[in-house]
């Protein structure tokens, strides 16, 4: 997996992932509580856990906290507009800052690499990780409502962006375009 530096963030460190890992992966990922709020079903199998991992369309790093070379989660951002910061952590590890640390320090490696800005979403019924957006320095620009694919279900979206290499970044407008139904919720 190409331009996957190793990064540190604290005690967490964070590196490409390898085939190896599947397991870990699949141990994160078959857990639904932790998959609730991905665009994913959990996974069952070895070959899940090992096509997830084959995903090129973005930067994937694992996290493995706490001098551990073992993921217990992963950072992930896509290699093209609107350059998507995704993230999952094992349920044990939550509320350590080890997300919010290790977003941080990709983020920063983004940057000198010269990505423009970086969005992320999250469900509104998922607060905690709108919280890590608004950690990491991320302002609120709208919120649009999806037939989420491959779950099929109804949900409504907030989108975050910062600015990175480009201080002037225009907000992305993909998905306000994209969904007939977008609005701006006041006070957030």
């Known amino acids: 997996m190409p331009n996957i530096p190793i990064l540190r963030a604290g005690r967490t460190l964070l590196r490409p992932f390898s085939t190896a890992d ?34 090129e369309n973005r930067r994937l790093w694992a996290v493995c906290p706490q001098g551990t070379d073992a993921p217990a989660g992963y950072i992930c951002v896509g290699r093209e507009e609107p350059f998507d910061l995704g993230y999952a952590l094992q349920r044990r590890f939550r509320g350590c800052g080890v997300i919010t640390g290790a977003s941080k320090a990709a983020l920063g490696y983004l940057k000198a690499e010269g990505v423009p800005y970086i969005t992320a979403t999250h469900d509104v019924n998922n607060p905690r990780s ?5 950690r990491l320095g991320m302002a609120y620009c709208y919120s ?3 037939q989420w694919q491959p779950k099929d279900i109804s949900v ?8 990175l290499a480009d201080a002037n970044a225009k907000t992305y407008m993909g998905y306000w375009e994209r969904y007939p139904e977008h609005f701006i919720e006041p006070g957030l």
Not at 130 to 134: F, I, L, Q, S
Request: glycine share 2%; aromatic share 12%; hydrophobic share 50%.
């Open 22 to 55: 599947a397991p870990d992966v699949l141990n994160l990922l078959s857990d639904a509580e932790v998959t609730a709020f991905l665009p994913m079903f959990p996974l069952h199998s070895l070959a899940e856990a090992q096509s997830f991992l084959r995903n």
């Open 144 to 146: 649009y409502r999806e």
């Open 130 to 134: 709108g919280a890590v957006m608004r």
């Open 156 to 163: 409504v979206f907030r989108l975050y962006q910062i600015p």
